[in-house]
């Protein structure tokens, strides 16, 4: 299987592994640590998103009554399960305080009307109700009305009702802002006109009042004032507004000039009618466009806007319009009008208020139709212009709503009309300094609701909306600048403002920061009192989880700012609301979280980790501190990434993994002790059968590669942001990674090896696939070891290395990291070897024994090599199905190895028992029914062992004078390969005839000398072999040459052969050469030399040079074998004629 | 004859060489393992680990060398690869005076982390830099011996990575000091009979022939015991290479 498909389907396993529920394998598996990889893992990642999940979910979700809860939002006692009661925060006082109490409150500010006086002037202005709107049959309600809002007792009411009808009816005025008019008629020769206005009450029409003349232009714009005194009855008067064209007193010369400009016939014949009545007058005369006539009962108390047509007599010709602003007023002394109305509003909202269905918060700003009356009333009658009664309303409505909480959209709609007003005050105005004391007035409602902002459910849109309308407000507000002698923020409201010194001026933009980091700070104190564990002696896994809950609060209060608050602040006074918060949180959770970690992480004791021989599993109770742990690292982590996407600043916090480093020690350190753990249990679980028909290893081997795969995901989620502490960290993990293979490996075979221990010892040995298995399993996890360990990220952190160091650094730490891996996929490898070794091993018995019988007894009635080659038949095809091709391979070698060693017992044995040649001729064949078997697996056998043993066979297998020829041919093999020769060669010429062999012995050349002299009386003796054959053909002899080493023979004999000895091709004919010595008997040896019959047909008629050896020892197996045939004679006699002449 | 694979085992220890920074911990490793001298000046990241293969007195280990950041900041990073040590390298600078007072942190450090018991663990002193000259040189051979007596460390040596001198020395050293040690072990362990502490790792001579490490088993008939690297870690395919030898070797035997 090749690699890559092998991860493949690995990942599709461990996918479905995921789908499905855990099985009850797993279940077993897990049992034994609590699941400790899950957690530390993917579960653990799971569970803490869960958290913030379910922190998130109230915040967003529980949609409480709204109806129920809108009433005044700011001190409402926060009720939301998040915010537990906090008592400090209620100081806002009692709403339901005594209305009386009120009106004391609301005139208590330094102002010196009376309300009677008010009142007075407010049933004056009933009875002289000015205005179209009929109120005359109002009268008595608006009065009934009023006593009621200003709470007169009626005898006093009726009192001041005389008075006030008594008094003369106010002067009222009419004002008009001539706007503009459109489309006029023309009355110029030009085609265009000069107009002008006239003003005039019909009743006073000698009182007339005019406008500036636009000149030539039929769309003019005046936008001018004027003010009319209305004397008397002003319901019956009736403005009448003429347009007039203007013609100047022109002479008629220059009239007449302007004969150019004329236009059309039409305009000609004005100017001729202009010309002539300037000729005959000689005075102009202005002409009249158009006129409207307007009755003053048309106009609303309010005043009006309005076009009017422009009429002329009765023509219904359209002589253009007109755009006339028309409002009437009273004459008053400004200041007390403005302070009339002050109070009056007061009084108008408290009474509102009090009568009013709805809370006070809800109020829209519209009064009751009764009180809008008086209010115009009083607004006009008292000449007061929208400023004026926007201050007034501003003043107001600031002081009812420090005890009455007034919706803020109120005082944005004041502000939008004051706002563009205010540059123009003058510094020292009454208005600015009303103004100011307002702003001073809500200021602190404001900064509340910013503060408080974390009281009520985001779900809530109100508080959107109030805080919505708080920024508009400040935004608005701190445009201009604080004068001097207003005091925005007296210390005794503003102690949460932050003053480091007394003389810091406070501004509007500290101050929303002072709040919203206040408002932040309270929170955070609350919760990080609330949330505290009574006891004072919690324990660290106590604090651990405290914090965790500490801060998934406050990702979940962030995430809120995110999502509700900061697009408003940022948008309406550019503040990056969110940012603020957690660079507030950076520093005091770093404080609270540091000491807290880093006390936790003291805490923590070592464990006990094994070495690397495993001689014992530490226990592995107790060890559930450190999931904790990293579920804070992953919130913290999680954490700091939110803030950096937030703030551009450096945070505090950023550093926080730094506390962790013994904690992570400490968890690899767990890790690898539940992972050991694991592994064991994982093996004992394992039933070694296959995990399902595609693969070929079991559940042990997939449990082994998932721990890997949580500690991978560990690592991952880690993701320790210091490259060289990175490093560092994989190179534990890389180190224990492959332990944890050794491990493996070492259990496996343990495993596997009880299964035969189990049985009975003499039971033959029967390769089952958990064999196979185990070999499998345990090369699986070593190749799933590098890739694995790549998917760690060492590479990129190596690279990572190389870019924060120097290169030479990243090589070397690389080059460590590669170091461990390869020792591990060495010595896991050797495992897997000494593994097959056993196997091999353990087969090696039954092998035995076949091979032995078989070889014993007659080999047709043997059925001995018949269950030899079922037995290897059957294991090596289990091993072949069942392993890979590199294992199979291995135990292949194995086997062989095996094999060739018991042949070798088997035949040192048999020797020694001077077993009779036919014993190892079996013993050959079987040899080569094995070979074949083994050619069967398709797998190339090892030709060193087999040629060896086959050759050693071979000659077990001869009789003695087939082992002797045997040993002649391998003279001769050894003569053609000799280069020289010390001891001289020999010449020779061959023929064969139809039955005999014609033998010339030519010469020798460089014989060895013998003699003293330095010379040697040599001759040669030729001898056929082997002898058996060649019985009675006798050895030819030639004569003796006297002193010469290079010796003339030329000699030629004729040996009669028959035919079956002419046609043995491996026939030999042995040379020897001897020097005859003088006086003794025997000849001294020099050397000798072969030929077989084959070549001398190969080479007939030709010299055949030929050079002379020795026989020596050589390792020559032939040898050896008839050295063993001890008690054959012609063995013996044969090895000993052998070293006399190797020692001659 | 029937055993025919001689039990070639490297025994493989475990090296862990300590110090103050920048005091020649890395070049003392790179010129035992590799035999070269580093000019660049470089700080070791947390740590690194080689192996090495050497005969000593006839037998063959394995060293498996991690070699530790001096650094303070590395300290969480580094105590780790402690435990299971059967060596530990003192080093100092002789050109660094505070090098030689930090040695005794380094040991407690050491003897924390690693769990093992003072008295019966070989720590070697090794003084790197001998290459300097005589007029910068704060420490002398025999206040260092006086350390040594009060520490009772038995080994102390002299080296230079510079000029090759004693570096191997210093690894045998040790290695000799550790034989020694767990022979004196063993031999208690032999007196005081079966009462035999079965929770607690032993150490024993025996207990490591097959390990982390590459050469941890070479139970192949690896017969030349020249201690050529290559040989230690021998690949597969010549593992069986080599064990097809075996059959053969009787024939040596024969003589005519």
Redesign the interface.
Same mark, same amino acid.
């Given at each position: 299987m090749d690699e890559e498909q092998m991860w493949k389907g690995f990942f599709v396993k461990l996918h479905e592994l995921k789908m499905n529920p855990p099985t009850e394998h797993e279940h077993q598996l897990q049992d034994g640590d609590d699941g400790f990889f899950e957690k530390f893992g993917s579960l653990l990642r799971q569970k803490s998103q869960l958290n913030e999940n379910i922190l998130k979910t109230p915040l967003s979700t529980s949609k409480e009554d709204i109806q129920t809860e809108e009433i005044d939002l700011i001190i409402e006692k926060p009720n939301h399960a998040e915010y537990p009661s906090i008592d400090t925060f209620e100081e806002e006082s009692d709403l339901q305080s005594d209305t009386n109490d009120i009106s004391d409150a609301v005139f208590d500010s330094g102002t010196v009307m009376n309300v009677e006086d008010l009142y007075e002037e407010i049933l004056f202005e009933i009875y002289n109700n000015i205005g179209c709107e009929n109120n005359e049959g109002r009268i008595e309600s608006l009065v009934g009305f009023v006593q009621d809002a200003f709470k007169i007792p009626n005898s006093t009411h009726l009192e001041i009702c005389d008075v006030a009808r008594r008094k003369e009816p106010p002067n009222v005025r009419l004002n008009i802002e001539i706007i503009k008019a459109e489309n006029l008629l023309s009355k110029d020769s030009n085609g265009l006109s000069d107009p002008f206005v006239t003003l005039y009450l019909e009743s006073k029409n000698s009182h007339r009042y005019n406008s500036s003349v636009k000149p030539a232009t039929l769309n003019p714009i005046w936008e001018e004032h004027f003010s009319l005194p209305i004397a008397e009855n002003p319901r019956e008067e009736v403005l009448i507004v003429e347009v007039w064209d203007f013609d100047a007193a022109e002479t008629v010369k220059e009239k007449v000039n302007k004969i150019m400009d004329v236009k059309g016939v039409k305009g000609l014949s004005k100017l001729m009618k202009e010309i002539a009545v300037t000729a005959s007058s000689g005075k102009h005369d202005n002409e009249l466009i158009g006129r409207a006539a307007i009755t003053l009962k048309s106009i609303p108390v309010c005043g009006l806007t309005v076009w009017y047509n422009l009429e002329k007599g009765n023509k219904a010709r359209s002589r253009g319009s007109i755009l006339v602003n028309l409002t009437l007023s009273a004459e008053k002394n400004k200041s007390v009008a403005v302070q009339e109305h002050k109070n009056l509003l007061k009084l108008l909202l408290m009474y509102e208020l009090e009568t009013s269905q709805v809370a006070y918060f809800w109020w829209s700003g519209k009064f009751s139709s009764n009180a809008e009356i008086i209010r115009s009333q009083h607004a006009v009658q008292s000449g007061l212009s929208p400023v004026d009664c926007a201050i007034s309303q501003w003043h107001a409505y600031s002081i009812i709503h420090e005890t009455h909480k007034l919706n803020f959209s109120l005082f944005n709609s004041i502000l939008d009309i004051l706002t563009p007003v205010i540059s123009c005050m003058q510094k020292d105005s009454e208005d600015l300094a009303t103004y100011w004391d307002g702003v001073r007035r809500i200021l602190p409602s404001c900064f509340a609701v910013i503060r408080k902002i974390r009281y009520k459910n985001v779900s809530d849109l109100n508080v959107t909306r109030a805080v919505s309308e708080v920024l508009d407000i400040l935004g608005k507000v701190k445009v201009y600048e604080v004068p001097v002698t207003v005091d925005l923020f007296p210390t005794s409201v503003y102690g949460w403002i932050h003053r480091d010194d007394a003389n810091k001026i406070c501004n509007i933009d500290s101050a929303i920061i002072d709040a919203i980091n206040t408002g932040t700070k309270e929170w955070l104190e609350h919760i990080v009192e609330g949330s505290k564990y009574s006891s004072d002696n919690e324990t660290d896994e106590e604090k651990l989880q405290y914090i965790i809950k500490l801060i998934q609060m406050i990702r979940s209060d962030l995430q809120r700012a995110m999502e509700y608050f900061d697009k408003l602040f940022y948008h309406k006074i550019q503040l990056n609301y969110s940012a603020i918060l957690y660079l507030l949180y950076d520093s005091k959770l770093t404080d609270i979280c540091k000491s807290i970690v880093k006390d936790v992480c003291n805490n923590i004791k070592?464990l006990?980790?094994p070495?690397? *021989?495993f001689?014992?599993l530490p226990k592995i109770d107790n060890l559930n501190m450190g999931t904790t742990l990293f579920e804070l690292y992953l919130v913290l982590k999680r954490y700091v990434q939110l803030g950096e996407s937030l703030c551009t600043d450096e945070l505090e916090m950023s550093g926080f993994y730094q506390w962790f480093? =013994?904690g992570? =020690?400490h968890w $690899?350190?767990i890790s690898i002790i539940k992972a050991l753990n694991r592994i064991q249990k994982a093996i004992d679980l394992d039933q070694l059968v296959a995990v399902d028909e595609t693969v070929k290893y079991s559940s042990s081997a997939v449990d082994t590669l998932s721990i890997f795969y949580q500690i991978k995901i560990f690592w991952q989620q880690l993701d320790w942001p210091e490259v060289?502490?990175s490093?560092?960290?994989i !190179? %534990?993990i890389v +180190?224990d990674l492959?332990?944890c293979c @050794?491990f493996y490996a070492q259990r496996m075979s343990q495993r596997v090896e009880k299964l035969t221990k189990l049985g009975d010892n003499n039971k033959m040995f029967i390769l089952s696939e958990e064999w196979c298995l185990a070999i499998n399993n345990m090369d699986y996890i070593r190749q799933s070891l590098p890739s694995f360990i790549k998917e760690l990220g060492i590479d990129n952190v190596i690279q990572k290395?190389g870019e924060y160091? =120097?290169n030479?650094?990243a090589d070397?730490?690389s #080059?460590?990291i590669h170091?461990?891996i /390869? +020792? !591990? $996929?060495? =010595?896991e490898?050797? *495992?897997i070897?000494?593994l097959i070794?056993i196997v091999a091993h353990k087969m090696a018995p039954p092998m035995k024994l076949y091979l032995a019988e078989g070889a014993e007894v007659l080999h047709k009635d043997s059925n001995s090599m018949d269950q030899l080659m079922m037995y290897l038949e059957s294991s090596l095809d289990t091993l072949y199905n069942t392993l890979n091709e590199?294992n199979f391979g291995?135990i292949l /070698?194995s086997i062989w #190895?095996e094999l #060739? @060693?018991i042949l070798?017992?088997l035949i *040192?044995s048999n020797l020694d028992k001077r077993r009779p040649p036919a014993y190892f001729k079996n013993l050959k064949e079987t040899l080569q029914t094995m070979i074949y078997c083994f050619k069967m697996g398709n797998v190339e056998t090892?030709v060193? @062992?087999l040629s060896? @043993?086959k050759i050693r066979l071979d000659a077990y297998a001869l009789e003695t004078a087939d082992l002797i020829h045997q040993y002649y041919i391998e003279r001769l093999e050894y003569q053609k390969n000799q280069p020289l020769s010390p001891f001289g060669q020999l010449t020779i010429r061959a023929e064969f005839t139809d039955s005999s062999l014609l033998l010339t012995i030519l010469n020798a050349r460089n014989l060895l000398p013998m003699d003293s002299n330095g010379l040697v009386d040599s001759f040669i003796k030729a001898s056929f072999m082997p002898t058996i054959r060649f019985n009675g053909v006798s050895p030819v002899k030639t004569a003796v040459h006297h002193k010469n080493c290079f010796p003339l023979y030329d000699q030629e004999f004729c040996i009669i052969l028959n035919e079956q000895q002419l046609a043995a091709g491996d026939s030999l004919i042995l040379f020897s050469v001897k020097d005859k010595d003088l006086f003794g008997m025997s000849s001294q040896y020099i050397g000798e030399c072969y030929i077989s019959f084959t070549d001398l047909r190969e080479s007939e008629g030709e010299q055949i040079i030929m050079n002379l050896s020795r026989p020596?020892?050589t390792?020559s197996d032939t $040898?050896?074998a008839l050295e063993f045939r001890q008690g054959d004679k012609q063995a013996k006699d044969f090895i000993k004629k052998l %070293?006399n002449k #190797?020692y001659s | 004859m029937t055993n025919m694979r001689p039990p070639q085992k490297s025994k493989l220890l475990k090296v862990v060489i300590l110090g103050d920074g920048g005091v020649g911990k890395s070049a003392l490793l790179t010129r035992f393992v590799s035999n070269r001298y580093e000019e660049n000046n470089f700080h070791t990241i947390g740590v690194e680990f080689m192996n090495k293969d050497i005969v000593v007195d006839g037998e063959r280990y394995t060293l498996q060398i991690w070699d530790t950041a001096g650094q303070e900041r590395f300290r969480a990073l580094r105590t780790p690869f402690y435990r299971g040590s059967d060596i530990c390298l003192l080093c100092y600078a002789l050109d660094d005076r505070d090098s030689l007072r930090g040695l005794g942190l380094w040991r407690n450090e050491f003897l924390n982390y690693a769990d093992v018991e003072a008295d019966k663990f070989p720590f070697i002193v090794v003084g790197n830099k001998s290459d300097i000259q005589p007029h910068k040189r704060q420490v002398s051979y025999e206040s260092v011996q006086q350390w040594c007596a009060e520490q009772q460390i038995a080994s102390h040596i002299e080296t230079s990575s510079k000029a090759a001198m004693n570096v191997s020395d210093a690894f045998v050293l040790g290695l000799r000091q550790w034989k020694h040690l767990e022979c004196v072990a063993e031999a208690e362990l032999r007196h005081n009979g079966d009462t035999i502490d079965l929770t607690r790792p032993i150490r024993l001579v025996q207990r490591r022939l097959c390990c982390t490490g590459g050469g941890g088993i070479n139970k192949d008939g690896d017969g030349d015991g020249d201690g050529d690297d290559a040989a230690m870690r021998t690949p597969s395919k010549k593992l069986f290479g080599q064990k097809r030898s075996a059959p053969k070797a009787p024939a040596t035997n024969y003589r005519l």
């Open positions: 070592r006990d980790v070495d690397d *021989q001689e014992y480093e =013994t992570v =020690t $690899l350190d060289e502490g490093y560092t960290f !190179a %534990k +180190n492959c332990r @050794i290395l160091r =120097t030479l650094e070397r730490c #080059s460590t170091a461990v /390869e +020792n !591990a $996929l060495d =010595t490898r050797n *495992q070897v000494e070794e590199v291995r /070698e #190895s #060739s @060693i070798y017992d *040192q090892d060193d @062992i060896t @043993i020596e020892y390792d $040898l050896r %070293k #190797s | -």
